[in-house]
């Protein structure tokens, strides 16, 4: 963690800051705090954890380009708030690279951060085919604020394919091929990123009327079983990987260094919960539901959580 906290510094902080100030209304503090966070995680969590798979560590070049990348995930999430972005638009701003002209702050940082430092990304066709599957997934993902209810098998495929895909995307820029079992490991990265993501954002995503399995459910226990099914299905993936187990376990822990946390939050949420009556989040304030993992009462829950080393 520290080395890529590090590499931001070195490369990614100044050019961040100076976007802000730069900024029309597009770009705000808060987007410069949310391209830190991924900026410094994101390549520890995947960027690490695919080396360990590939029993090979990131070099200095892969560093760098899993933190640009990892930093512009937030803006490119952003483009499809645009419901009148079209696929079209995309595939220029990703042909056309540096030479295309960006039509506020947020495409000029996105277009500086992925095709004006070094080392440049090099999009290739399989990599460009990729952001468009994660733009598709994006797009289905926009039933989720549908005012109708979904099915929970339904919210559960639109959602976790959104995440899935990207993951993905993240896979192929350091390493275009993948076999079947690297690609299940992958997927099921994406489904528990989702899943912890929809529990710490459950508070705001009720007000943005933005449906997950989080929003959706009346029990906080089945939410639970569902992040301990979707962690047990990542376990036998990886089992399933024909690479040494002590790479297998290293992956596992690290893993799990990050998806515990989602037990702090189910936790909190637990408490909540009332003997043979429904779970209904919406009727709750924002301290009961946003989980903040800056208490230090909440750390030490989740050094526990990690110590109890269900990874195994």
């Known amino acids: 963690m520290a080395i890529n906290y590090f590499f931001y510094q ?7 800051q100076k976007a802000v100030k730069e900024s029309d209304t597009t770009l705000t503090h808060k987007d410069l705090r949310r391209m830190r966070f991924f900026s ?55 042909s056309a690279q540096e030479n295309y002209q960006p039509q506020n702050s947020k495409e000029k940082i996105f277009q500086k951060i992925l095709f004006a430092t070094q080392p440049k990304i090099v999009f290739t066709q399989k990599i460009l085919n990729q952001c468009m599957q994660v733009f598709i997934a994006q797009q289905a993902a926009q039933q989720q604020t549908l005012a109708i209810t979904l099915p929970k098998e339904k919210l559960r495929t639109i959602s976790f394919a959104k ?70 299905q990542l376990k036998k993936a990886v089992a399933a990987l024909p690479i040494a187990q002590r790479y297998k376990t290293q992956f596992l822990s690290l893993q799990w260094f990050f998806f515990s946390r989602a037990l702090v939050a189910l ?21 009961q539901l946003v989980c903040d993992m800056e208490k230090w009462s909440n750390r030490i829950k989740w050094v526990k959580y990690f110590a109890g080393k269900n990874y195994k």
């Not at 390549?43 to 512009?72: C, D, H, I, W």
């Not at 993951?167 to 528990?192: M, N, P, R």
């Open 40 to 94: 410094i995680f994101i390549p520890v969590m995947l960027g690490y954890g695919f080396g360990l798979l590939r029993q090979k560590k990131m070099n200095r070049k892969e560093r760098r380009l899993m933190m640009n990348f990892s930093a512009a995930t937030p803006i490119f999430d952003d483009f499809f708030d645009d419901k009148n972005l079209q696929v079209n638009h995309l595939q220029m701003i990703f």
């Open 163 to 232: 995440c899935s895909q990207s993951t993905i995307l993240f896979w192929s820029l350091l390493h275009e091929q993948y076999t079947d079992a690297e690609k299940a490991v992958i997927i099921q990265q994406g489904h528990l990123i989702q899943l912890t993501d929809d529990v710490f954002d459950l508070w705001f995503d009720i007000q943005e009327g933005i449906q997950t399995l989080a929003t959706n459910t009346h029990s906080v226990v089945e939410l639970e079983n569902d992040f301990y099914h979707e962690w047990n």
């Open 10 to 16: 070195k490369y990614l902080h100044r050019l961040l």
């Open 267 to 287: 936790e909190q949420l637990k408490k909540l919960e009332l003997p043979n009556k429904k779970f209904m989040p919406a009727n709750f304030t924002r301290r």
